[in-house]
């Protein structure tokens, strides 16, 4: 089974100063993992998502995550953000013989101008 | 691209009464879910279905059921409803098999409240 954490609830950032967001996990078996996002009244959407090779992702909207095997984490990066970030992410992992996913509580990120 | 629809956005419905929430994709995806989102837990799954009329339940299962009769369609039914299952309810869908084919799409979500 895999569980997943995310180390902040809420993270207020300043408009263009960039952000992270954490996310670690745990799994006996090899992993897939994901970022999503929620705007304010919406589903999620996909951000990025690492299957396999470079540990480097990069995704929509100019995010950006690093898998660490060691660490056992999958940090979220921005090097500069907007306004319009201003919503909930969630980090999620599957097995990679798994058909579902394992969300983490979220991080809602709020940019104030 | 991938649309999952919800029958509704919003929605209110009293103690007691039969709730039916409806959901649709259109990308012949064999999996389908129904997760419950509530502030600071995250997402948690009701029910999963792997192939027409099969299910398997999730984590919360309690109070819940669930019916699929066509591959497109998955419908979540509480029997009957009390103020603890006010709360958003996603759906979402994916390709099936497993891995790579775990990336799921969601719908808009409904916004349900029991009075």
């Known amino acids: 089974a895999q569980s997943v954490t995310q180390l902040d609830s809420q993270v207020p950032v300043f408009e263009e100063a960039p952000v992270e967001l954490r996310c670690n996990y745990s799994s006996s078996v090899s992993v897939y993992l994901f970022w999503y996002v929620q705007y304010p009244n919406q589903g999620l959407q996909l951000l990025l998502k690492y299957l396999s090779g470079s540990t480097l992702v990069k995704g929509i909207n100019g995010f950006e995550a690093e898998f660490n095997k060691s660490q056992t984490s999958f940090h979220l990066r921005k090097p500069s953000v907007h306004i319009s970030d201003t919503a909930e992410y969630f980090c999620?992992?599957?097995?990679?013989?798994?058909?579902?996913?394992?969300f983490g509580a979220g991080t809602i990120l709020r940019v104030k101008s | 691209d991938v649309k999952v629809t919800q029958s509704s956005r919003y929605l209110v419905k009293r103690t007691g009464e039969k709730v039916f929430l409806e959901c649709v994709q259109d990308?012949?995806?064999?999996?389908m879910f129904w997760y419950r989102q509530d502030p600071g837990l995250g997402l948690r799954l009701i029910y999963f279905s792997y192939d027409v009329k099969m299910k398997e339940k999730g984590d919360i299962p309690e109070g819940y059921s669930v019916s699929r009769e066509k591959k497109e369609r998955f419908s979540l039914i509480l029997e009957s409803a009390s103020t603890n299952q006010t709360s958003m309810y996603l759906c979402?869908?994916?390709?099936?098999?497993?891995?790579?084919?775990?990336?799921?799409?969601f719908g808009p979500g409904t916004r349900l409240t029991v009075l």
């Open positions: 979402a869908s994916s390709l099936g098999g497993s891995g790579k084919r775990n990336e799921q799409f």
């Open positions: 990308m012949d995806h064999e999996n």
């Open positions: 999620a992992v599957s097995g990679v013989y798994g058909n579902k996913l394992v």
